[in-house]
């Protein structure tokens, strides 16, 4: 389902797209997560549980969580429960079920944004040097330089 980035919705992350000045970003760019999934295949250690209570955690399939119990079950990165191709057409498979770290990710926000430019999907309204939004798609080997490391992140995005 699409969703529109909204900077003055609550919930928007305020880090990388408040830091970098983005105002334009968000006025009618549409980011569809059914043919993206790249948050959703970005790291074996985001999906975990933190605040979803026994009763949440008992209703998600058992196939679907990790051997430890701590969070999803990732095959590498890629979240089990994902289905499709990244950057073509995915779905959650548990979508009514997701843990909440999968609620908390916003559309076109810093980890939306983080997991595109990981898996080599374009960044819509990046920042230029001298101030000015691309009206168009960077690559990421051009975008990269607008986004932080993380942590154990390979210095080669």
């Given at each position: ?6 900077h003055e ?10 830091s970098l000045g983005?105002?334009?970003?968000a006025?009618?760019v549409?980011?569809d997560?059914q043919?993206c ?8 250690e985001?999906?975990?549980f933190s605040t979803?209570?026994d ?18 079950r ?5 979240c089990s429960?994902l289905?499709g ?10 979508y009514?079920?997701?843990?909440d ?7 076109g ?6 997991a ?6 374009p ?22 330089r ?12």
């Amino acid at each position: 389902m699409p969703h529109e980035a909204d900077h003055e919705d609550p919930n928007w992350p305020s880090g990388l797209a408040s830091s970098l000045g983005w105002t334009g970003v968000a006025e009618g760019v549409v980011f569809d997560c059914q043919s993206c999934g790249a948050c959703c295949s970005y790291s074996a250690e985001w999906p975990r549980f933190s605040t979803e209570d026994d009763a949440q955690l008992d209703r998600i399939p058992q196939k679907f969580v990790s051997a430890d119990l701590s969070g999803m079950r990732c095959d590498g990165v890629r979240c089990s429960a994902l289905s499709g191709e990244i950057g073509k057409h995915t779905a959650c498979g548990i979508y009514e079920l997701r843990p909440d770290v999968c609620r908390a990710c916003m559309p076109g926000g810093d980890d939306c944004l983080m997991a595109r430019a990981a898996h080599g999907l374009p960044l819509v309204g990046l920042p230029l040097e001298g101030g000015d939004c691309s009206p168009t798609p960077l690559a990421p080997p051009q975008a990269a330089r607008y986004l932080p490391r993380r942590a154990g992140a390979a210095e080669d995005l």
